[in-house]
């Protein structure tokens, strides 16, 4: 009931292209979506998040798209830059300020020039 | 967004000895934050949630007695690693969330890189 999970491990994308990384979570009581992003030896930055009022939120390259018959959320990069290698993660929770967030296992991006 | 300080950034400290991390909200209050753990490339683990004015609430498997946690204002919660070993090396980071109209908001801090020696 608890589980986030993230795919792929790993991703690698030309420079220009859109990077795709998809999460689907179990539990139905959850209804926040953030989407992190992690450089190496930093702490996770806030990149968009999404309730399930909406299908859709973009922000920028970054888009949130949400399927909430499925249970699934992806982010979308488009136009994706070589500094946009990071470590991704999805997370979940209930929205209210006392929840912690479950974070799915994360996504290694690699942009390539 | 909401800005989440944490410090120190990273510590090397002797086996046996304690170290304690702080969090700070820098502009918000926040009467719940988190500690989680994260060893390298994978993500992050809750460990803690830490309340202000009452005791913390611990995850199965996190040790209460080795794991301090003091919550003791509206911006600021520690984490205090006590007769730390090499084992409990690791990046220790905390997370509050912020009120943002009808949503809150999940912000971290930067870590802290622990390591026993």
């Known amino acids: 009931q608890q589980q986030v999970k993230q795919s792929p491990q790993s991703l690698i994308v030309q420079k220009g292209g859109i990077s795709i990384i998809n999460c689907a979570y179990e539990?139905?009581?959850?209804?926040?979506f953030p989407w992190y992003q992690q450089f190496p030896g930093k702490g996770p930055a806030l990149l968009i998040a999404?309730?399930?009022?909406?299908s859709e939120k973009k922000e920028g390259r970054f888009t949130i798209s949400f399927n909430k018959s499925a249970k699934q959320f992806s982010l979308h990069i488009m136009d994706s830059q070589p500094g946009d290698s990071a470590t991704y993660f999805c997370?979940?929770?209930?929205?209210?300020?006392?929840?912690?967030?479950?974070f799915g296992k994360g996504t290694t991006l690699s942009v390539s020039s | 967004g909401a800005v989440v300080s944490q410090h120190p950034s990273w510590v090397i400290c002797k086996s046996g000895t304690s170290v304690k991390i702080e969090c700070r909200s820098l502009d918000f209050q926040a009467t719940t934050m988190f500690w989680y753990r994260q060893f390298p490339k994978q993500s992050l683990m809750l460990m803690a949630t830490?309340?202000?004015?009452?005791?913390?609430?611990?995850e199965q498997g996190v040790e209460k007695d080795k794991f301090l946690i003091n919550h003791a204002s509206l911006t600021l919660s520690t984490l205090t690693v006590t007769s730390a070993h090499p084992e409990d090396s690791s990046f220790y980071i905390c997370?509050?969330?912020?009120?943002?109209?009808?949503?809150?908001?999940?912000?971290f801090g930067q870590g802290t890189r622990l390591t026993v020696v």
């Open positions: 997370a979940a929770s209930k929205a209210q300020a006392g929840t912690a967030l479950i």
């Open positions: 830490s309340n202000e004015g009452s005791k913390a609430t611990y």
């Open positions: 539990n139905t009581a959850f209804d926040y």
């Open positions: 999404i309730r399930p009022d909406v």
């Open positions: 997370s509050a969330r912020e009120y943002q109209g009808a949503r809150t908001e999940a912000f």
